[in-house]
């Protein structure tokens, strides 16, 4: 069963436009939720995290939005740019026991076209 | 080039063979991790060590076989494999147990098992 679901697989968007990837999760203990960005032969970077105290983060281009009672989070680009083009990844963590363990989504594909 | 460094980038091997994934990483970090990517699947955790000692070990099969003989350094010893093991294999490593600050992914082998 999946904890951390990102249920598009795929999402095209112009450059300069908004760009939103999705995620859900199912577990109530996850408190803790971060987006990695993974490019072609390259291993996934970390991009954003937010902490469930809180139910938006910014940095930059990059907001993470966190929505608990719905157990949703969702990362904003603005603009979009053509070097986001890349798969995002949604992990999520539960402290305490076995804190060490990043649940990871399937990823969705982001392309940014010119 | 992000700290970890996973060697060799791609292989392929015949199911009776025996061969060895390694990684890298001088970061200082305590804990280090493989996860398996399949396609169209999450990122799975296989193996965590945590200072050397291995703390989790997620249902894999006896043909993948986890070594941490120093913090800097992990392998991950592969024999008679099966076809539907290909797959791409990430280490990472975190600054310790505690994922709040994330893990730094090596750009991962490539295994193609004929």
């Known amino acids: 069963d999946q904890q951390v679901k990102q249920n598009s697989p795929s999402l095209s968007v112009q450059e300069g436009r908004i760009s939103i990837l999705n995620c859900d999760y199912t577990n109530s203990m996850f408190d803790y939720f971060l987006w990695y960005k993974k490019y072609p032969a390259e291993g996934p970077t970390f991009l954003i995290s937010?902490?469930?105290?809180?139910d938006k983060n910014e940095d930059g281009r990059f907001t993470v939005f966190l929505n608990k009672s719905a157990k949703h989070l969702s990362l904003h680009i603005v603009p979009s740019q053509p070097g986001d083009s890349a798969v995002y990844f949604c992990a999520a963590s539960a402290s305490g026991g076995s804190n060490y363990k990043l649940t990871f989504g399937k990823g969705t594909l982001l392309t940014v076209n010119p | 080039e992000t700290g970890v460094t996973q060697t060799p980038r791609h292989l392929v091997m015949g199911m009776t063979n025996k061969k060895s994934l390694k990684c890298e990483q001088h970061?200082?970090?305590?804990?280090m991790y493989w996860y398996k990517q399949s396609a169209k699947k999450p990122l799975e955790l296989m193996f965590v060590y945590s200072l050397e000692e291995r703390v989790e070990n997620n249902s894999v099969p006896s043909r993948f076989s986890p070594e941490c003989p120093n913090s800097s350094h992990l392998f991950l010893h592969l024999h008679t494999l099966q076809p539907e093991d290909s797959a791409l294999y990430l280490c990472?490593?975190?600054?310790?147990?505690?994922?709040?600050?994330?893990?730094?992914f090596g750009s991962g082998t490539r295994l193609t098992v004929v």
């Open positions: 970061l200082g970090h305590n804990a």
């Open positions: 990472a490593s975190s600054r310790n147990r505690d994922s709040l600050y994330g893990y730094t």
């Open positions: 937010i902490s469930s105290i809180k």
